[in-house]
Structure formats: C-alpha cells, structure tokens
C-alpha cells in the first residue's frame, strides 16, 4: 500500500488550509440568512442576497480557472484567503455596530463571490500536484474529509453562536480562519505551471472547453449538476432557514447544516475503504438520495427526521463526489486541469444564482411544502437518469501502480 498523502508537507499545508478555512465559511451562510432576517428582510430578498454572491462566483470562475493554469496555484489561494479576510473583518464590523444593511450584504457577497472563484479552480486541481500518483486516490478522499469535518462542525457552532452573539461574530470567526488559512497556503512549494500563458482569455477558454466536451460523462454530469443546484440552492439557502427555523428555532437549522455535514464525514469514512472500479456507476445512485433532504423538509413533523434527511443527503453527495473529484484528476490533461474545473463550477452553478432569486416567489405561489417535493423529484430522478449514459456506467479507475513501481512514482509536476 502506498504511503499515506499526510506524509506530504505541501499536502498536510494544503487539507490544513482548506479545513480550516471551511470552519468559518460553514458558519457564514447561516450568519447571512439570519442577518438579513434580523434586517427585516423577506424570503424573495434572502434569495438576492445569496444570488448576488452566487453571481458573481460564477461570472469569476472561468477567469479563475484561466490564472490557475498560467499562475502558481498556492499564490492565487493565498491571495484570495488574504482578501476574504479583510471583507469578512469589514462585514462583521458593520454588523456587530448595528450599521449593516441588505444592499450592503448583498454588495460584500459580490465581492467574496469574485475572490473565492479567482482561487477555487485552483484549489481543486491542486491535490494531484503535491502527491504522488500512487496517493491521489486516498488523497481526494483524505481532502474531502477533512474539508467536511471542518464544515459539520462549523455548523454546529453557527447555531449557537448566531443565536448568543449575533451573527456579525460568526463572520468574525469566518475572518480569523481565512487569515489562518492564507499562512497555510503561503507554505505550499510546488512548481508553476508549465503552460505559456501567452494566448489570448478565450482562446485558452476554448481549449479547456475542448477538453470538457472531449469526455461524455463530464459534460452530461455537469449538465446534471446545472439542475441539481438550480432547484436545491433556493431550497438549501432560502426556505430551509425559514421552514426549519420557524418551526424549530434557529438552533434547529445550524443542527441541520450540522447533520448534513456529518453526512459528509460519514461518506468519506467510507470512502476512504471502499473503492469501486466503475468510478461514477454507483455515485449517481448514491447521488439521487440527496432528495431525502428536501422531502423531509416538506413531509417531516418532527426535528430528527429533518435532520435524518440531511444526513442522507450528505453521505450521498460526499461518495459521489468523492469519485467524481477522482475522475477528473485521473482523465483530465493536467495543463488544462484548472479550466477543466472552472467549467465544472461554471456549469454546475450557472443557474444557481436564478434558483435562488426565484425560489421565493415561485414558494409563494406554489406553497413552500409543494415546491420542496419538486426539488426532490427533480434531485432525485435526473441522478438516476445518467445512468442511461454508457460512459457514465463504464468510466472505471485507474489501476494502481504495481509495487515495485512505488519507490520510484514522484510528485507530479505542476
């Protein structure tokens, strides 16, 4: 067996400052829904408020992606942890002084929207270049699992303290960690990239559009994706805070985001024995459970069975996309890997910010429970329905090195 991906330095620095930096970034979408409640603010104006960050994440992403192939990676991370820190420290200054408002909300998710998607292409693709090819397996899983970790139990924390100290403290905590995280990310040492970087924006876009239509079942999932964040961003982000909170309190949606995420710690324990050959086969059966979330939101009478639902949700999405992360990095060229990702993100939450700014009107008029077993419907049949794909049910992993090659597989270069 090889060496686990924790006797890396460059990985140890790299799941470090991701983990810690999703502590205080768990907390911040709870600390924002109940802050634009607080304001006065209304289901179809939460849903802006999360709209406009969403926006312009997707608007940066494909930029994002573009930098992470031309520039060293761990600099794009870096910088941007280093200016969320600073927004983070001015949102949670305005609202701890009782000075916030919902443009205002609206106007610093724009920007922590443009800076995490400069960087988060990069940050994807970054796990294949500081293992070695025998480690990345486990190294995806060990990744993912701590990055989970690190959200259940931000989670469980943004509960109480939106509720004990308001939720201007929570993103102060979301702030410290960012500023952790940057010196995490500043001790990364790995090459540049070996790309040129002297064609033009879209030109390289193109390329890495070329290599995402090259493989059916990236561009099919990706398509999938684009629904499944189209209904369950404005579910997740918009009537989940007020369904559960007004039933249950605000506690009760922090535990919720907090079961969803031991969801995710769950599904990586497993994962990290359980190895199937056919990459995405089982993952998208695993994936459609992800509807038990939304349906015990609509159905449920009692707290546990919601909370059951996000655990489920969690465990499903977490083994899908654990095989997913490692498809991308066993297929894709690695001089293309960061645009490869940006379309990943672009596609998937293009229509994301749409789902959120419609989701209050359309409940409203369709009713919140009656919407909410759409989104379920919709999550859960479209998951299945890749199966229908022969690329998606044969794309198997790659053989691992034998082991007398092990001694002599270094870290790719970047």
């Known amino acids: 067996m090889p060496a686990s991906p924790l006797t890396s330095p460059d990985f140890r620095w790299l799941v470090s400052g991701i983990a810690v930096s999703g502590l205080g970034s768990a907390m911040t979408p709870v600390a924002l829904a109940f802050a634009v409640l607080d304001l006065g603010g209304s289901a179809s104006q939460l849903g802006l408020v999360i709209a406009a960050f969403a926006l312009a994440d997707v608007v940066t992403t494909l930029y994002g992606g573009v930098l992470g192939d031309r520039l060293p990676r761990q600099f794009l991370m870096q910088g941007s942890a280093a200016a969320t820190c600073v927004s983070q420290a001015i949102c949670a200054t305005v609202l701890v002084t009782d000075h916030g408002s919902i443009l205002f909300l609206a106007l610093i998710g724009v920007v922590n929207g443009c800076l995490g998607a400069l960087a988060q292409p990069a940050s994807n693709s970054m796990t294949r270049f500081t293992v070695t090819e025998a480690q990345l397996p486990r190294a995806v899983v060990v990744r993912s699992l701590a990055s989970q970790t690190s959200y259940a139990i ?57 290599e995402v239509l090259r493989h059916t079942w990236l561009w099919l999932l990706i398509g999938q994706a684009l629904l499944y964040h189209l209904c369950f961003g404005g579910a997740q982000g918009v009537l989940g805070p007020i369904v559960v909170g ?31 050959r056919h990459l995405l086969r089982s993952g998208v059966v695993l994936l459609s459970l992800t509807a038990a979330f939304p349906l015990a939101m609509a159905l449920a009478d009692q707290l546990w069975l919601v909370l059951a639902g996000a655990a489920v949700h969690g465990i499903g999405l977490q083994l899908f996309s654990v095989s997913w992360d490692l498809a991308i990095q066993e297929n894709v060229a690695e001089d293309k890997l960061s645009r490869v990702y940006a379309f990943d993100l672009v596609g998937s939450f293009v229509c994301r910010p749409l789902g959120l700014a419609l989701t209050g009107p359309v409940a409203a008029v369709v009713g919140t429970d009656r919407w909410l077993l759409v989104v379920a419907a919709v999550m859960g049949l479209s998951s299945l329905a890749a199966l229908a794909a022969p690329s998606v049910r044969g794309l198997t992993r790659r053989p691992a090195p034998a082991p007398a090659d092990l001694a002599s597989v270094a870290p790719t270069p970047q």
Not at 247 to 258: D, I, L, P, R, V
């Open 154 to 210: 931000g989670f469980a924390l943004a509960g109480i303290v939106v509720a004990t100290a308001g939720p201007g403290w929570a993103i102060a905590v979301d702030a410290l960690t960012y500023a952790a995280a940057a010196g995490c990310f500043a001790m990364i040492r790995v090459a540049a990239p070996t790309t040129a970087g002297g064609e033009r924006l879209l030109a390289e876009l193109a390329d890495g559009a070329r």
């Open 246 to 276: 007004d039933t249950w309190g605000e506690e009760a949606w922090g535990g919720a985001m907090a079961a969803l995420m031991a969801g995710f710690v769950i599904g990586g324990l497993v994962a990290l024995r359980w190895r199937p």
